[in-house]
């Protein structure tokens, strides 16, 4: 056991209906962070007195596992590495702990409000686009006015995994995760592995929270950051690296990522 994993143990556990009712907030600002994976169990280690961890049949650390679709072309991910206003993504995300899988579809419309909504989702489809998903996410791009033949071109063009842990600090309505063991694989087989990245996110209400500010002391500000737009541009070196040029030089690929070729 590492002494992430230790420091993990020591907290006691909430479980996830309570979680739930807990963090249920009107308004929602999320803040993320990348910072070595060394520096993760200092900050687990400050988190204010009191934080719980979820846990879920026995298990803290929860696996994660997501495959994206996307246009030949990369129009989901042009969308959002231009940060375009009208954009979208539509993943399978699978919780391999449980077997429990989703199909999301994730917009943003002309007044930037992000809407995700989901449906359940058979783990054994989460790499293709059944008869009932396509309708889903046809019916979901559909108020962003892109054409209608944009979901007969999805494909699967990335996956992503990692372990997630999430703490339930003290103050009401507070969340934050820690997702560790990050990796990403294209449909050809080339992998990249970043075992010394983590990625912290607070979810609190417009007021930076309790754990917000134990990152601030330890040296760390949010960043812009996608598991699948910064993902995507690690793991492909002709891709521009855009609006996630800086994190990418800092912590992933392009500064000693562990590439895996197919």
């Known amino acids: 056991m590492s002494a992430l994993d230790d420091r993990v143990a020591a907290l006691?556990?909430?479980?996830?209906?309570?979680?739930?009712a807990e963090a249920a907030l009107l308004t929602r600002v999320d803040r993320k962070y990348v910072l070595p994976l060394a520096d993760a169990e200092r900050?687990?280690?400050?988190?204010?007195?009191?934080?719980?961890?979820?846990?879920?049949?026995?298990?803290?650390?929860l696996r994660y596992e997501t495959v994206y679709f996307d246009t030949p072309d990369l129009l989901s991910w042009r969308l959002a590495a231009h940060s375009r206003r009208r954009r979208f993504k539509v993943r399978t995300r699978t919780y391999a702990?449980?077997?429990?899988?989703?199909?999301?579809?994730k917009t943003r419309g002309a007044r930037r409000a992000t809407v995700k909504e989901r449906i359940d989702y058979d783990v054994d489809d989460r790499?293709?686009?059944?008869?009932?998903?396509?309708?889903?996410?046809?019916?979901?791009?559909?108020?962003?006015?892109?054409?209608?033949?944009?979901?007969?071109?999805?494909?699967?063009?990335?996956?992503?995994?990692y372990r997630r842990t999430t703490f339930a600090p003290p103050e009401a309505g507070l969340r934050a995760t820690l997702d560790v063991g990050l990796a990403w694989e294209l449909p050809d087989g080339t992998r990249l592995e970043t075992p010394q990245v983590a990625i912290v996110e607070t979810k609190s209400g417009a007021r930076a929270s309790d754990v917000d500010r134990v990152l601030w002391r330890a040296?760390?500000?949010?960043?812009?950051?996608?598991?699948?737009?910064?993902?995507?541009?690690?793991?492909?070196?002709?891709?521009?690296?855009?609006?996630?040029?800086?994190?990418?030089?800092?912590?992933?690929?392009?500064?000693?990522?562990?590439?895996?070729?197919?």
């Open 43 to 61: 900050v687990v280690a400050a988190l204010p007195a009191g934080t719980r961890v979820l846990e879920i049949g026995g298990h803290r650390g």
């Open 219 to 262: 040296g760390h500000r949010p960043v812009s950051i996608s598991k699948y737009g910064t993902g995507l541009a690690a793991i492909r070196g002709d891709l521009a690296a855009g609006r996630w040029a800086r994190v990418l030089r800092r912590h992933f690929a392009r500064e000693g990522g562990v590439r895996c070729a197919a």
């Open 127 to 161: 790499e293709r686009l059944t008869p009932e998903g396509h309708e889903y996410a046809e019916a979901s791009l559909r108020p962003l006015g892109l054409d209608a033949g944009i979901v007969d071109e999805l494909v699967p063009t990335l996956v992503s995994g």
């Open 12 to 20: 006691a556990p909430v479980p996830l209906d309570e979680l739930v």
């Open 97 to 105: 702990d449980t077997g429990v899988a989703f199909l999301e579809v």
